[in-house]
């Protein structure tokens, strides 16, 4: 396929409902691409430097539309003031969680400033360094996790599920106070360079918490977030979705990601042509243990079953750390030879 457009005109045209020359590729994996890149870990966790060289060579040697400015997903809960611990296996993970009141609670905690507080700042200079970098030919794409699911993080996921039971209005708040920080740092990530911002929200899953607990929960804190953030925003919940994918579309945000466990042509069919959708080649399955061969067929299918246009090419989820560089430049090769949009 010819291509006519950079890839951050790519990007950008499928998240304003405009023509594409081709779907882009837009896969994430933070610990992905700081394992491949081979940099020091500890380095690429903690310095704004560090990340963007990271996610510029990766995305150099496998050729896909966009460049990132993250790591983890925990940095907000971090700059909250929970202890984040970096293992040699698994990526960071949350080693303290925060009380819900009281002294220290999150309810009593000032919002964090993105400019101050915890690796912010770090995120924040990347941002910068991969738009100045990228030269205006990629689209420079933040992500953090959506207000339900980094409530859950502040408070721990069982803590957190129990008192939208006990407490619920009080957990509103928590919710609500995650929703803030998110809205606080989206704004300063646009302000330094990121033209997007990709927010998953695990926690919203309906293997989690049912669509009526979504729906009063989670939903009018993530439009909230979505309206007041000056760039577009791409929204993934993991599992099967299709309850909950009205909801979705009616977010406000500009692409639906879905898992595996999605049906495209259904979503498709569910949804229409108002919102783009991403997806989903299955992470493990395919682009961890499959051959390239194997995830080429894939990508190929999913952009049949739901593009070419208002579409873009990614995995079900995050890539695995050991996901192979092939694999990625499988699905690569599998949007530029899709056909035209129409």
Same mark, same amino acid.
């Given at each position: 396929?010819?291509?006519?457009?950079?890839?951050?005109?790519?990007?950008?045209?499928?998240?304003?409902? +405009?023509?594409?020359?081709?779907?882009?590729?837009?896969?994430?994996?933070?610990?992905?691409?700081?394992?491949?890149?081979?940099?020091?870990?500890? +380095?690429? =966790?903690?310095?704004? +430097?560090?990340?963007?060289?990271?996610?510029?060579?990766?995305?150099?040697?496998?050729?896909?539309?966009?460049?990132?400015?993250?790591?983890?997903?925990? %940095?907000?809960?971090?700059?909250?003031?929970?202890?984040?611990?970096? /293992?040699? =296996?698994?990526?960071?993970?949350?080693? *303290?969680?925060?009380?819900?009141?009281?002294?220290?609670?999150?309810?009593?905690?000032?919002?964090?400033?993105?400019?101050?507080?915890?690796?912010?700042?770090?995120?924040? *200079?990347?941002?910068? &360094?991969?738009?100045?970098?990228?030269?205006? @030919?990629?689209?420079?794409?933040?992500?953090?996790?959506?207000? =339900?699911?980094?409530?859950?993080?502040?408070?721990?996921?069982?803590?957190?599920?129990?008192?939208?039971?006990?407490?619920?209005?009080?957990?509103? !708040?928590?919710?609500?106070?995650?929703?803030?920080?998110?809205?606080?740092?989206?704004?300063? #990530?646009?302000?330094?360079?990121?033209?997007? &911002?990709?927010? $998953?929200?695990?926690?919203?899953?309906?293997?989690?918490?049912?669509?009526?607990?979504?729906?009063?929960?989670?939903?009018? +804190?993530?439009?909230?977030?979505?309206?007041? #953030?000056?760039?577009?925003? &791409?929204?993934?919940?993991?599992? *099967?979705?299709?309850?909950?994918?009205?909801?979705?579309?009616?977010?406000?945000? !500009?692409?639906? @990601?879905?898992?595996?466990?999605?049906?495209?042509?259904?979503?498709?069919?569910?949804?229409?042509?108002?919102?783009?959708?991403?997806? /989903?080649?299955?992470?493990?399955?395919?682009?961890? *243990?499959?051959? $390239?061969?194997?995830?080429?067929?894939?990508?190929?299918?999913?952009?049949?079953?739901?593009?070419? !246009?208002?579409?873009?090419?990614?995995?079900?989820?995050?890539?695995?750390?050991?996901?192979?560089?092939? /694999?990625?430049?499988?699905? %690569?090769?599998?949007? !530029?030879?899709?056909?035209?949009?129409?």
């Amino acid at each position: 396929m010819m291509e006519t457009q950079t890839s951050r005109e790519r990007v950008l045209a499928v998240l304003q409902g +405009e023509m594409a020359d081709r779907p882009p590729v837009t896969p994430t994996g933070g610990w992905w691409v700081a394992q491949t890149s081979g940099l020091p870990l500890p +380095e690429v =966790f903690a310095r704004g +430097e560090a990340l963007a060289a990271a996610h510029l060579d990766v995305q150099g040697r496998a050729g896909y539309d966009a460049v990132y400015t993250y790591f983890d997903a925990l %940095v907000v809960p971090e700059a909250f003031g929970c202890r984040v611990a970096l /293992n040699d =296996f698994g990526g960071p993970s949350i080693a *303290k969680e925060l009380p819900l009141e009281g002294t220290g609670g999150v309810l009593a905690r000032p919002i964090p400033d993105p400019r101050r507080d915890g690796r912010l700042p770090e995120i924040l *200079k990347a941002a910068s &360094i991969l738009a100045e970098r990228s030269r205006g @030919s990629l689209p420079v794409m933040a992500l953090f996790e959506g207000p =339900f699911t980094t409530a859950s993080r502040l408070l721990g996921a069982t803590t957190f599920l129990l008192a939208m039971m006990d407490d619920p209005e009080l957990t509103k !708040r928590a919710i609500a106070k995650a929703a803030d920080a998110l809205i606080a740092f989206g704004r300063a #990530l646009a302000a330094a360079g990121a033209d997007a &911002i990709i927010m $998953p929200d695990p926690v919203t899953s309906t293997d989690l918490v049912s669509p009526d607990q979504s729906a009063e929960f989670a939903f009018p +804190e993530i439009r909230r977030v979505i309206e007041a #953030l000056p760039v577009p925003v &791409i929204l993934h919940i993991c599992g *099967k979705t299709l309850p909950i994918l009205g909801a979705m579309a009616s977010s406000g945000a !500009r692409l639906l @990601s879905l898992d595996q466990a999605v049906d495209l042509r259904e979503a498709r069919r569910a949804v229409g042509w108002q919102v783009a959708l991403g997806g /989903n080649v299955d992470p493990v399955r395919l682009m961890e *243990k499959g051959t $390239p061969e194997e995830v080429m067929a894939a990508g190929r299918a999913a952009i049949a079953a739901a593009g070419p !246009r208002r579409f873009s090419l990614m995995a079900g989820c995050a890539l695995p750390p050991a996901t192979p560089l092939e /694999n990625v430049r499988a699905l %690569v090769s599998a949007a !530029r030879s899709a056909p035209a949009a129409h």
